[in-house]
């Protein structure tokens, strides 16, 4: 099968481009810069539609941030970690992502946010039962380390389930820089 070629566009075909793209899904600055740079005719009209982009207010990294990080705490119940993860990942200016996942779990409580994560992923399933086998322990604490928790939260929520506190007590990782 041909890989299928995009068709390159003017500088008024990447502009309304663009805003088809916006009006699908909120995007970031890094995030609609590579997308139209691959679809750019002349690399140059990349800067000049971004720059009346964010002149219209289309285009805001700080809010796009910010709604993210409060939407995926709201909505999904994920921990902090993998919400700047999630921002890095679109390509959201690092300290802007931090600021903005720092902002929206202002006052959040993350054992709260573990217990209720818990319950909405193990819903119908007796938790007390369910994770006093260590398999099924070990599973639920590597799910809530993808879901961004840290780690010391994640073991003091689950210790309040777990038979063998031993086996909670060796799972603890050193903090690295990914932890």
């Given at each position: 099968?041909?890989?299928?070629?995009?068709?390159?566009l003017a500088a008024d075909a990447l502009w309304q481009y663009a805003l088809r793209v916006l009006a699908?899904?909120?995007q970031s600055l890094g995030e609609l810069r590579r997308k139209l740079a691959e679809r750019a005719l002349h690399a140059e009209d990349v800067p000049a539609v971004l720059a009346r982009l964010k002149a219209a207010g289309c285009l805001d990294d700080?809010?796009?941030a910010e709604s993210y990080s409060t939407a995926r705490l709201e909505n999904q119940g994920f921990g902090q970690e993998?919400?700047?993860r999630d921002l890095r990942r679109r390509r959201v200016a690092p300290r802007?992502?931090?600021?903005?996942?720092?902002a929206a779990y202002q006052g959040a409580d993350e054992?709260?946010?573990?217990?209720?994560f818990l319950r909405r992923k193990y819903r119908g399933t007796p938790l007390?039962?369910?994770l006093?086998?260590?398999?099924h322990l070990a599973a639920a604490y590597r799910r809530l380390r993808r879901a961004g928790f840290s780690a010391p939260n994640i073991l003091r929520v689950l210790g309040r389930f777990a038979s063998d506190t031993d086996w909670l007590a060796s799972a603890e990782e050193p903090a690295g820089p990914d932890a």
């Open positions: 099968m041909a890989e299928r070629t995009s068709r390159k699908a899904r909120a700080r809010r796009f993998r919400v700047l802007l992502a931090a600021e903005a996942v720092r054992t709260a946010l573990i217990e209720r007390e039962e369910y006093a086998e260590p398999r």
